[in-house]
């Protein structure tokens, strides 16, 4: 298990599955991935990009927050019939870290653009859904918000955060805000309108960048029109971060899951930093 301490604040990757997938679903192509010359072993294999399906706990302060938990695979989570196999095997991963999901009070969104294991279905609740940590409350931004009740249709993401803004469980901050006294939020725009970053440390030492690099080779491909509608803003905020040695911390990378960018190469810290 990675694990992350800044300050007073830890951060801890709890891991369900590492794949090795195409590239397509990352806006990548197979020579895109093979250009990369720090790609191989740990972010690819061959032509293929390294992803994983994990959860990054946030702990500090008497709380335990959850960033962006296992998005993007909304097709394998909620297939009705396997359902709660994997259900009960994320409850397992976080025992196994030595985390109830029972004590995870809030879960942190960057951006709304799955489910994942945020939610799961609930027959016995009046709109269907319910929070997949049982105490928690979700947060989004002000402008994912917004972007969801402008866009809202008629997938699986649509009915499940339909039914918990219905449901009051929805709570939204604002550019700038601190979630955590030192975890502060930071409004990007850049893959989607509602899109933001989360930065730990005062000043910054680590950074949850959302879908900004969906896989750390992004760090190096350029602007990926395929992935952010603001493609150019997104390829300068990453490049910004190669300055100050901040750790970065993806929701979809691959074990470790999170690494230091210098602006030529990518690399994966240690289990434990």
Same mark, same amino acid.
């Given at each position: 298990?990675?694990?992350?301490?800044?300050?007073?604040?830890?951060?801890?990757?709890?891991?369900?599955?590492?794949?090795?997938?195409?590239?397509?679903?990352?806006?990548?192509?197979?020579?895109?991935?093979?250009?990369v010359a720090w790609a191989e072993p740990q972010w690819a294999e061959g032509d293929q990009v390294r992803a994983a399906?994990?959860?990054?706990?946030?702990?500090?302060?008497?709380?335990?927050?959850?960033?962006?938990?296992?998005?993007?695979?909304?097709?394998?989570?909620?297939?009705?019939?396997?359902? #709660?196999?994997?259900?009960? #095997?994320?409850?397992?991963?976080?025992?196994?870290?030595?985390?109830?999901?029972?004590?995870?009070?809030?879960?942190?969104?960057?951006?709304?653009?799955?489910?994942?294991?945020?939610?799961?279905?609930? #027959?016995?609740?009046?709109?269907?859904?319910?929070?997949? /940590?049982?105490?928690?409350?979700?947060?989004?931004?002000?402008?994912?918000?917004?972007?969801?009740?402008?866009?809202?249709?008629?997938?699986?993401?649509?009915?499940? /955060?339909?039914?918990?803004?219905?449901?009051?469980?929805?709570?939204?901050?604002?550019?700038?805000?601190?979630?955590?006294?030192?975890?502060r939020v930071e409004w990007t725009g850049a893959h989607n309108p509602g899109h933001v970053a989360f930065h730990v440390?005062?000043?910054?030492?680590?950074? /949850?960048?959302?879908?900004?690099?969906?896989?750390?080779?992004?760090?190096?491909?350029?602007?990926?029109?395929?992935?952010?509608?603001?493609?150019?803003?997104?390829?300068?905020?990453?490049?910004?971060?190669?300055?100050?040695?901040?750790?970065?911390?993806?929701?979809?990378?691959?074990?470790?899951?999170?690494?230091?960018?210098?602006?030529?190469?990518?690399?994966?810290?240690?289990?434990?930093?």
């Open positions: 298990m990675t694990t992350i301490r800044v300050g007073d604040i830890t951060l801890s990757r709890v891991l369900y599955v590492d794949a090795a997938i195409d590239p397509d679903p990352t806006g990548l192509t197979p020579d895109e991935v093979r250009s399906a994990c959860a990054w706990v946030v702990q500090g302060g008497g709380r335990t927050l959850v960033v962006d938990p296992a998005g993007n695979i909304d097709d394998i989570l909620h297939d009705p019939a396997t359902t #709660a196999d994997h259900q009960q #095997a994320f409850i397992d991963a976080f025992a196994r870290a030595g985390i109830d999901v029972d004590v995870v009070d809030t879960v942190l969104l960057s951006h709304i653009e799955s489910v994942g294991i945020t939610a799961v279905r609930d #027959a016995e609740r009046s709109h269907g859904w319910r929070p997949f /940590f049982p105490n928690s409350r979700i947060a989004i931004s002000e402008q994912a918000r917004r972007h969801f009740d402008d866009e809202r249709g008629d997938d699986i993401v649509s009915e499940a /955060f339909g039914a918990l803004f219905a449901d009051g469980l929805i709570d939204t901050f604002s550019d700038g805000d601190a979630i955590l006294p030192r975890l440390g005062d000043p910054v030492q680590a950074s /949850f960048v959302g879908h900004l690099a969906v896989t750390p080779l992004h760090l190096a491909t350029g602007p990926c029109v395929q992935q952010h509608p603001d493609p150019q803003r997104a390829w300068d905020w990453l490049q910004s971060t190669a300055a100050d040695g901040r750790q970065l911390i993806g929701p979809l990378w691959p074990s470790p899951g999170a690494g230091r960018w210098d602006g030529a190469s990518f690399t994966g810290i240690d289990a434990a930093t």
